[in-house]
């Protein structure tokens, strides 16, 4: 990626996360509980067997009671660990509180003792960000973690991002190796980019 680009890519970014720090929390609380159940309502998260989540950091999409609600559905729950070297390692946990340890940059995240999954066997991806447009770019946070992984997925597994609708620009600048999302949550609605 050119420096250009990373430094733009940088700048957006910049603009997407103090629209979401604006929020507020209770605002982000509020609409946390609309974009969790815009998600347990779709087909995709109903069928999954193996659901990979992310828990919440900064002022992300709250993502706990999704987490906890994947297990109550008896779904395989699948939490990222970073790795060197820009690895997200998938590894599936069974409780929320036994199984968590504060990670890299304070993410909460699954003990390296717990099995890490075959990332084939990976149903759904929930993916964090922060920003998206309406064509199913998305911007993370400039560590390349999700793109590098979305490559190991099964080409067919559904990608949904989740985010505030503030967090929505006309266009994400996009590189050589950002994947598209299949779809987009926020509390406005469900964007489906599949078509
Ligand atoms: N909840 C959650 N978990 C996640 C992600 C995420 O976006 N959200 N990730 C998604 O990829 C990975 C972690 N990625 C991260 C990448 C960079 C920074 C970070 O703090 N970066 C510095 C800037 C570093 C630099 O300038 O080089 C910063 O923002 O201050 C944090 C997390 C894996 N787990
Ligand atoms: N699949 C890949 N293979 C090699 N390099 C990659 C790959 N994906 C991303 N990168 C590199 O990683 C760096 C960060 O990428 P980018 O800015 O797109 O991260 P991001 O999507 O914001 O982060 P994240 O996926 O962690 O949320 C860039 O230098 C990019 O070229």
């Known amino acids: 990626m050119s420096e250009d ?3 733009l890519k940088a700048e957006v970014r910049q603009a997407c996360l ?3 720090t604006s929020l507020g929390e209770k605002e982000r609380k ?3 509980g609309i974009i969790q159940q815009k998600l347990m309502d779709l087909q995709e ?4 067997q193996t659901v990979m989540l992310f828990l919440n ?6 993502t706990t009671a999704m987490a906890e609600a994947t297990l109550a559905c008896k779904k395989k729950l699948v939490l990222p660990r970073c790795a ?3 690895i997200l390692l998938p590894i599936e946990v069974h409780d929320l509180i036994q199984d968590i340890e504060p990670g890299t ?3 909460r995240e699954p003990k390296l003792t717990l099995g890490v999954v075959e990332p084939s066997e990976i149903d759904l991806i929930i993916v964090p ?3 998206f447009d309406l064509q199913g770019n998305r911007l993370g946070y400039g560590g390349g973690y999700y793109d590098r992984f979305f490559m190991l997925l099964n080409p067919l597994t559904p990608r949904i991002a989740l985010g505030f609708e503030c967090q929505v620009i006309p266009q994400v600048p996009v590189g050589k190796h950002d994947a598209l999302m299949t779809m987009l949550i926020t509390e406005n609605g469900v964007y489906n980019f599949n078509s």
């Open 129 to 131: 960000g922060s920003g």
């Open 5 to 7: 680009q990373q430094s």
């Open 84 to 86: 060197p070297n820009s």
């Open 57 to 62: 950091f900064r002022e992300e999409v709250e």
């Open 18 to 20: 103090c629209q979401r």
């Open 45 to 48: 998260f109903k069928l999954a």
């Open 105 to 107: 940059y304070g993410i």
């Open 30 to 32: 509020r609409k946390s």
